[in-house]
Every structure is written in C-alpha cells, then in structure tokens.
C-alpha cells in the first residue's frame, strides 16, 4: 500500500529556534521513517512581512542546512523551496475565491500580527497567508501536518476550504489532519513565559537558536524568568518552570515526574544550569553538520533541486484536476 502523505515548512523569516525544533522539526525526522514526506522552505510565506532580499537568500539556504543536520534526510524526504514549485501560487488563487474574507479576519495569527505592522501597514499578504498555507498543504493531498500548537487554526481553515471545495466541484482533495506533539507544541519565550518562542523576537535572550554556542545557550537558560517559588514543579504562576521542565524533558526523554524527583530540595539554578547544558549538548551535533554543510552548497544545491522536481511531479497533478473542476479548458 502506498504510504500516506506529510507535508509541513518553515518560514525562513529568522533563524529556526529551539521552539521550531521541539515543536516541529524533531517530530518531522522521526515521521520519515514512515510516512512519504515533503518539507519545504516557506519563502513565499516569509515575504508577508518585510524581508531584506540578501537576507532572506542566506536564511533560505540556512534553513535547508538546519533541516538536514536536525537529520531530515533527503532520500528519504522531499526537500524544496515553496517558490520553486510555482503550482503553489497557482492553487493559492483558486483557493482565495472560495474563501471569505470573515474567515480570514478571525485568523488570530493575522490579528497578532497586523498590530505589530500598524506603522508599515498591514500587507493583503499577511491576510491571505492562511490560504496559501492551505495549498501547501492540499497540493500534496497529505494526510497528516505536524506542526506546533501555533498552526492549528491555520489548520483548521486548511480543512473548511478542503472540504468547501470538494462539496462544490466534487472530490479533488484529501482532508488533512494536524500532528501537534504532546509536550513542546509551544514552547514559550524564556524571558516572558506567557508569550511563545518566537525567532522574530527583538530580544535574543528570550529564544535559543539552533546554532546558539554552547556557552550562549547555557547563558541565556540561566537567565530564563520563573518566580518566586522553589520548587520544580508544575502550577498556578509556574509557565516559566513548566517552559522548562517541557524542554528538559525532550531533550533528556524523562518524564515531568523523573524531572520533580531528580530536582527535590535542589534551587532553580541547579535546574537551569542542567536544562542549558542538556540543550547545549542535545544541539552540538546540529550545528556541526550544519556548519559541514553551509560549506557545501554543490550539495545543498543538488537537494533542493531533486526535492522541487519531485514536489512539482506531485504539485501538478492536483493543479491539473483542480483546474478541471473549476471549468479551465486543458493546456495541450
Ligand atoms: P513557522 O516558521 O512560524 O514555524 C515552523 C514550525 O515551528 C512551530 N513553532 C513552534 N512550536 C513550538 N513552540 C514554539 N515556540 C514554536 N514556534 C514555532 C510552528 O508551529 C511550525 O510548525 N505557516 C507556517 C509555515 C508553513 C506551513 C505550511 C506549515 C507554511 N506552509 C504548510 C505547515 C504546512 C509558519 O509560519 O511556521
């Protein structure tokens, strides 16, 4: 029997976190092994806010080498950019006049963002994003997208326009179901625990990149906020503790109650020294192979444009029958 489908991405708008990480990519490298998956690079998304073009072509390449160290392997899985495979965009139109736009207005993301972008203005882009996710998704028919906790409305909306379309014009597309992880769905930023780990954050102590050094991971764990209680526990007023006992936990494989025993009668800072070097060390091989393969962009090269080859075959077949559907006379 065929293998079912996964699709999910990245936005290289910044460099991907340890909440991107535990939220997403790790579960991604597990799911390989059995599902048939394509990950992509969202540089169309990334374009929603404001990019800096020479920027943006280093994170793109950044994010592909991070996708491979995190071990993302590309005989395995298929590995592209979203601009690459111009049936994105294509889909994306067709999708965004079934779509209202109540719909789009209820995004919380969109209502989130588009207070920070008041000075600029607030991009048609950022208010569409949503259906431009969705034929990410769709274009591939994929059965499951493992995602942080953040996506899920996005999600959600992916199924509504999913659905709509296949009531309106008949059965084209597969109805996609979220994968969102039990611990680390949403890690939260280490300086305010209510708000979650974000790479767009002004203030590097309140996130941890992938390729932070040892030293500057060990460094800002050991500043993350908690309160003003002792113990390592969860509870009422406890995100910070609980952000961190989630973290230790992936990276150590214990469970929240092996963590409460290991830490009782023992202070925060012995928590958080032993959480920073749990990570420092957890992320070690990461950033070496991803510094390897930053040096190799024959290779990088060669991946990205097997995986858009391969993800444009998948792309047009959909494109092909929605077009159908929709009343278009076929290209010859
Ligand atoms: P992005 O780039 O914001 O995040 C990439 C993935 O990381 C997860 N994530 C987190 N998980 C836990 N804790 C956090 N603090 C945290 N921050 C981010 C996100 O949930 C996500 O899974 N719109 C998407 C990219 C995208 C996409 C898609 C995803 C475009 N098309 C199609 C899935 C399918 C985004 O902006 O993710």
């Given amino acids: 029997m065929d293998k079912k489908m996964i699709l999910s991405g990245l936005q290289p708008s910044g460099i991907m976190t340890l909440g991107n990480y535990l939220g997403a990519v790790k579960n991604w490298v597990k799911l ?6 394509l990950f992509m690079i969202a540089d169309m998304h990334a374009l929603t806010v404001p990019q800096e073009p020479v920027n943006l072509r280093k994170r793109c390449y950044e ?9 993302l392997d590309p005989e395995k899985s298929t590995l592209f ?9 294509e889909l994306s139109w067709a999708l965004t006049c079934t779509t209202y736009m109540g719909e789009l207005s ?19 882009g950022l208010f569409v994003y949503p259906v431009l996710m969705a034929a990410d998704i769709l274009l591939y028919q994929a059965n499951l997208v493992p995602v942080g906790a953040d996506q899920k409305q996005h999600l959600e909306i992916t199924r509504v326009l999913a659905e709509r379309f296949n009531r309106l014009y008949g059965d084209v597309f597969t109805i996609p179901e979220p994968y969102i992880p039990e611990v680390g769905a949403r890690i939260m930023s280490l300086q305010d625990p209510t708000k979650k780990m974000s790479k767009s954050d002004s203030n590097p102590n309140g996130y941890v990149s992938i390729v932070d050094e040892p030293e500057v991971i060990i460094r800002k764990l050991k500043r993350a906020v908690t309160d003003s209680d002792t113990r390592i526990c969860r509870g009422e007023g406890k995100d910070g503790i609980e952000n961190l006992m989630s973290i230790y936990s992936i990276m150590t494989d214990k469970t929240f109650e092996e963590i409460e025993r290991e830490f009782e009668g023992k202070g925060y800072g012995d928590f958080k020294l032993a959480v920073g070097e749990a990570v420092a060390e957890g992320l070690r091989p990461i950033r070496e192979k991803y510094n390897e393969l930053m040096n190799n962009k024959d ?15 998948l792309a047009s077949k959909t494109l092909r029958k929605v077009y159908r559907k929709l009343g278009f006379v076929d290209r010859t």
């Fill in 32 to 37: 390989q092994n059995e599902y048939d998956c």
């Fill in 106 to 124: 209820r995004m919380t993301q969109f209502k989130d963002k588009s207070k920070n972008a008041k000075d600029t203005g607030v991009g048609v």
């Fill in 299 to 313: 290779y990088l090269k060669e991946v990205y444009t097997k995986g858009a080859q391969r993800a444009s075959r």
């Fill in 81 to 89: 950019f979203q601009s690459h495979v111009p049936q994105h965009a």
């Fill in 63 to 71: 994010v592909l080498a991070l996708y491979m160290a995190c071990g």
